[in-house]
């Protein structure tokens, strides 16, 4: 069946580095990629809908200068996060669909000192 | 925007029993309602899902039912068993497979006790 990865599954950084987590549709072409974020014990929320080729749209409250989202093609979107603080640590997750599939990605856990 | 509100936040079950999750959404447009399973550090697993031209759907112990008038959906897990232990996220959509970004309840704790 189809699947989504995330690269890379965790990462630890210092505060103010940069961070690149990509996530890729390994045997679909995904028409749109979501970008939620989850803190522990708290549900999922989402920041920013990517589509291949066009800016990505971001939910109120999220800072697209902050969250940097490229959607270079139907199987690969990237989040950028600029400036990390400890404040930015989470459980970040991909969903990639195309028509009435989708899959989500096993997550990325960024923790920043 | 949409607003999904679940219950319980924590739900304790015996092995065997039946267990219920109740979720509320309030955007009537919203016609695409799944349900996920999240086990500790993994990615939600789609369980089942129901569109707003179905009020019951079943598969083997799960089962979830609509109310388009009182806008609420619930989850029955019928016999429960430990691997049933996880948190459950409902979730509303306007458009089916959720096209449209997914608006996710706050999850319900569920245990199993042997």
């Known amino acids: 069946g189809a699947v989504v990865s995330q690269h890379p599954s965790w990462v630890i950084c210092k505060s103010g580095t940069s961070v690149k987590i990509e996530c890729r549709s390994l045997?679909?072409?995904?028409?749109?990629m979501f970008w939620y974020r989850q803190f522990p014990k708290q549900s999922l929320m989402l920041m920013a809908t990517s589509n291949e080729g066009s800016k990505a749209t971001y939910e109120q409250g999220v800072e697209k200068d902050k969250f940097l989202i490229n959607h270079a093609s139907l199987t690969l979107s990237t989040l950028t996060v600029t400036s990390a603080h400890p404040e930015d640590s989470s459980f970040y997750i991909c969903?990639?669909?195309?028509?009435?599939?989708?899959?989500f990605g096993p997550g990325t856990r960024l923790t920043v000192l | 925007g949409e607003n999904v509100e679940q219950h319980p936040s924590t739900l304790s079950v015996q092995e065997g029993d039946s267990a219920v999750i109740k979720c509320t959404y309030s955007d009537s447009a919203s016609n695409y309602f799944p349900w996920y399973k999240q086990e500790l550090g993994k990615r939600p697993q789609l369980i089942i899902d129901?569109?707003?031209?179905?009020g019951e759907k079943k598969d083997q112990r799960i089962a979830v039912t609509l109310n388009k008038t009182a806008k609420h959906f619930s989850l029955h897990i019928t016999e429960t068993q430990p691997e049933d232990s996880a948190v459950y996220f409902c979730?509303?959509?306007?458009?089916?497979?959720?096209?449209?970004?997914?608006?996710f309840g706050k999850g319900t704790h569920l245990i199993i006790q042997p």
């Open positions: 979730a509303a959509s306007r458009s089916g497979g959720g096209a449209d970004g997914l608006t």
């Open positions: 129901i569109r707003s031209n179905v």
């Open positions: 045997d679909f072409q995904a028409t749109t």
């Open positions: 969903r990639a669909i195309r028509a009435d599939t989708q899959y």
